[in-house]
């Protein structure tokens, strides 16, 4: 069955980076490509970019272009997102989901704190 | 970047009957390929989204009957037949048309 595993908590200070891992399984990894979508506490979903598993293409939110980087790691069918220079309001779970958005990750919390 | 706008943004449902969400797009979401990338999902309490309904009105695998999503260009709607107390959750559209992709504000749902 498909799955999609994320990493852990972190709980971050402003001005730094976080790397969020997306362990898949269950499928042929780099038939779909992996979106990365984030919710802050209480509120909606909002997409934050693609990564194209087969070729590393990227297409990312508009207004986190430059602060955000995705990538993929074929060998071990991961998926990773790193989000820099993090502020408060970047304090989100974070979602990945396949290509289609069929199968989610559980999330990972995010938490941005001094 | 194409708005997408529910309505109601909450609703509550007594067991048994029937209930509707609507969904506006900003922009026509028929794609020149001829699909129409408007999606549907569910998150339940502390869970993370599941898909119901892709490209208007297919059921996504496992999905029970009682869903149904319709509409065309830039109106949609999903609706359920027989609310059950397994619903309850937020409720979202979301479109990909131009593989940007963006999500309606929710609707929750909760029984009555």
């Known amino acids: 069955q498909v799955q999609l595993v994320q990493s852990g908590a972190e709980v971050k200070k402003p001005g730094a980076s976080v790397k969020v891992s997306c362990k898949a399984s269950?499928?042929?990894?780099?038939?779909?490509?992996i979106s990365w979508v984030r919710q802050a506490p209480g509120q909606g979903l909002e997409w934050m970019g693609w990564?194209?598993?087969?070729?590393?293409?990227?297409n990312y939110a508009q207004k986190l272009q430059g602060r955000v980087t995705m990538t993929t790691d074929t060998s071990t069918s991961t998926a990773y997102m790193e989000l820099r220079s993090l502020r408060s309001d970047d304090t989100a779970v974070y979602y990945c989901?396949?290509?289609?958005?069929?199968?989610w990750g559980q999330g990972t919390l995010v938490t941005v704190s001094s | 970047d194409i708005v997408m706008t529910q309505t109601p943004l909450s609703l509550s449902v007594t067991p048994g009957q029937p209930a509707s969400i609507s969904c506006k797009s900003s922009?026509?979401?028929?794609?020149?390929?001829?699909?129409?990338?408007l999606y549907w999902y569910l998150q339940k309490p502390g869970q993370s989204p599941q898909l119901l309904i892709y490209?208007?009105?297919s059921r996504f695998s496992g999905v029970p009957d009682r869903f149904s999503g319709s509409g065309s260009g830039t109106d949609f709607t999903l609706k359920i037949s027989r609310v059950e107390a397994e619903d309850v959750g937020v409720y979202y559209c979301?479109?990909?048309?131009?593989?940007?992709?963006?999500f309606g504000q929710g609707t929750k749902v909760e029984i009555k």
């Open positions: 989901a396949r290509e289609v958005f069929d199968y």
């Open positions: 269950g499928y042929t990894f780099t038939s779909y490509g």
């Open positions: 990564i194209s598993a087969y070729n590393g293409n990227t």
């Open positions: 922009q026509s979401l028929l794609h020149s390929d001829g699909k129409t990338y």
């Open positions: 490209e208007v009105s």
């Open positions: 979301m479109q990909g048309i131009h593989l940007t992709w963006t």
